[in-house]
């Protein structure tokens, strides 16, 4: 175990909320293996480890259940065809995933096209209901505030409830997308924030807004600061 | 007796009996954000012989057994209750994974009960494990510095409410198990009133409460109940022993392990 603090209830509790991994197209199977195998070797039980349906065999080979997998679907474009990201849906739901998220088709979105931006929703919850918690991804950096609005507003209509604000990957998620999402839509979409969250102080933003996981590749510094703040013994430090 | 005093001594583990171990236990991981208290197991692994679980979300351990009884039920200790700081939030993160309200009480979603304490709490159940209760609450009153000090919206323990038929009779029982009373209110329905009082030692609490329904018959309890046991960890006594409660509500009381690792100081009702 890296720090004897991540037996600590508060950490734990702390980190059930975050998501971790390795994802984009530059990532190698090896990088898959040594961020898996980190935190494995961690010991801290974060809420899901994030990578691509092709790297699957491996991060569950190495987690062996550990934490639960999360594999998006049609990420980070959102822009290939529906048939394609619903092929992969399928596959991911043979595969016994435990937890996804969906890039929508951006043009939908940008286009104010939410009619599609439903129907695609309608057809991607169709398939995962009672067995896939499933996020819908909207980029929400690409849109304006009303069409922020618009798009939660189809994906509840389709019925999810789940947002995920960004992809990450060089898209981030602010403070005042989140809140814009949780003021209108409090409690009728569970949010998401993804991408350029790299400190407590981030996370503390979004915990007032309701939110219960988090994205974040910066989860073992975040921890680490929380546990500075809780006084926790920081001597423990051993290899990963 | 060890040398932790009484509020850092006491824990209240609350046994709760399942017919599949390894799907509750990934229920209450995957739903709840509650970890097996061995370091060493995972819920996506568990053996496969294992029939006993202890799973910890901060301040609140459950106790998961394995029963092959396929009549569990309601019975006396009837919820275990969570404090969330926004319950509307907490409540649609887990309709998100699939998860339920409980169709009897929150067939809508959260409600508020404006007669408790000062400005009322908000509150809503779930289902857990085999249809077991969980109810998330939060007193409207406190404010949201819980958030920002333990950094999750779904916090531990608040209180284990116990459906009883007499409050009175059941108020004298947990009285003498060394809680005392923080709240009495009267909750005035259709039916009839639904006397409540809550009753704190450490930092854990008893809600007590008694239904027209039960009171009058309507409901009886499960002969064997999902929410099982209550399981006291208490540093003042020396040894174990059984109490059985007005309702037929099973009390274990042990000694607290002197090498336990955590006590937790986070608050409820």
């Known amino acids: 175990m890296k720090h004897s603090y991540y037996a600590d209830p508060r950490i734990q509790a702390f980190a059930s909320m975050f998501h971790f991994g390795v994802l984009g197209e530059e990532k190698t199977q090896e990088d898959v293996i040594l961020e898996a195998t980190g935190l494995r ?66 043009s939908n979105l940008l286009d104010n096209n939410w009619a599609a931006v439903e129907a695609e929703t309608r057809t991607v919850m169709d398939m995962c209901e009672d067995r896939l918690p499933m996020a819908m991804v909207i980029q929400s950096t690409m849109l304006d505030d009303r069409q922020i609005v618009d798009a939660c507003k189809a994906i509840i209509q389709g019925g999810a409830n789940r947002v995920k604000m960004n992809t990450g990957y060089g898209w981030g998620t602010s403070k005042e997308e989140v809140d814009l999402v949780y003021r209108h839509f409090r409690g009728k979409i569970d949010i998401h924030p993804s991408g350029n969250i790299r400190n407590l102080a981030q996370v503390g933003q979004f915990l007032d807004a309701g939110v219960s996981i988090i994205h974040s590749a910066a989860v073992y510094d975040i921890i680490d600061e929380f546990a500075a703040e809780l006084g926790l013994n920081n001597s423990n430090k051993g290899n990963v | 007796m060890n040398s932790l005093n009484d509020d850092q001594s006491f824990q209240i583990i609350v046994r709760l009996m399942v017919n599949d171990l390894a799907a509750s236990a990934r229920q209450m991981a995957d739903q709840f954000g509650f970890r097996a208290e061995q370091a060493d197991l995972t819920v996506r ?26 009549s569990l039920g309601h019975g006396p200790i009837d919820h275990v209750a969570l404090n969330a700081v926004d319950v509307d939030s907490a409540v649609i993160a887990v309709l998100a994974k699939w998860g339920k309200l409980d169709p009897d009480i929150s067939p809508d979603g959260a409600a508020d009960i404006p007669e408790f304490w000062n400005a009322g709490t908000r509150f809503v159940f779930m289902q857990g494990p085999g249809t077991a209760r969980i ?81 009058n018959g309507q409901i009886q309890y499960a002969e064997t109940p999902l929410w099982n046991a209550l399981i006291l960890e208490d540093g003042q006594v020396s040894a174990s022993k059984e109490l059985i409660g007005p309702d037929g509500e099973i009390i274990n009381i042990i000694p607290t392990p002197v090498n336990a690792d955590f006590y937790m100081n986070s608050g409820g009702a």
């Open chain 2, 135 to 215: 109810e998330f609450c939060h007193k409207i009153e406190d404010d949201a510095c819980r958030v920002q000090k333990l950094k999750v919206n779904l916090a531990g323990h608040d209180h284990i409410g116990i459906h009883c038929t007499d409050v009175d009779q059941s108020r004298s029982f947990y009285e003498d198990l060394n809680f005392k009373v923080i709240g009495d209110f009267l909750i005035p329905t259709p039916d009839g009133d639904i006397p409540v009082c809550f009753l704190k030692r450490g930092d854990f609490c008893v809600e007590l409460f008694s239904t027209p329904a039960l009171r």
């Open chain 1, 41 to 106: 070797n961690s010991g801290l039980n974060i809420e899901a480890f994030d990578c691509e349906a092709t790297m699957l065999p491996a991060a569950r080979d190495i987690l062996g259940g550990f934490c639960k997998l999360h594999v998006p679907i049609g990420y980070p474009g959102g822009n290939i065809c529906l048939a394609q990201k619903l092929y992969q849906l399928e596959y991911l739901l043979g595969q016994n995933i435990d937890d996804s998220c969906f890039c929508l088709d951006y």
């Open chain 2, 45 to 70: 692994a568990l053996p496969g012989d294992l029939t006993m679980l202890r799973m910890r979300r901060l301040n609140q351990v459950f106790e998961l057994v394995q029963s092959n009884d396929s």
